[in-house]
Nanobody
């Protein structure tokens, strides 16, 4: 019931910035907590951060805290990930995901997310 499409990925030099977008379908977007995940080659999918349905609360992984910012515009059905001070280790495919309805339990677990986008590649060169 929720269709997600990421965009904005690309190639950027270390220290640069990039903003990812996630366009969501339907009228249910505004009621969903939304997360960002990433997966580097040969590694498991990793939790990046989460934003509440209203946009009032956010949680970030330690690896990106202070550099990445999640926001949303419910009027536009769009989720954002602003990435600053990018490092080569940030290179990965980035996915947006809609969390299952409920409390914030095990929010870093991808099994707590019901819908996923196809991903967008972010490559950070050194």
């Amino acid at each position: 019931q929720v269709h997600l499409v990421e965009s904005g990925g690309g190639l950027v030099q270390a220290g640069g910035s990039l903003r990812l977008s996630c366009a969501a379908s339907g009228r249910t977007f505004s009621s969903r907590d939304m997360g960002w995940f990433r997966q580097a080659p040969g590694k498991e999918r990793e939790f990046v951060g989460l934003i509440s349905w209203s946009g009032g609360d956010t949680v970030y992984a330690d690896s990106v805290k202070g550099r990445f910012t999640i926001s949303r515009d419910n009027a536009k059905n769009t989720l954002y990930l602003q990435m600053n001070s990018l490092k080569p280790e940030d290179t990965a495919v980035y996915y947006c995901a809609a969390k299952v309805v409920g409390s914030w339990v095990q929010i870093q677990n991808q099994r707590m997310y019901e819908y996923w986008g196809q991903g967008t590649q972010v490559t950070v060169s050194s």
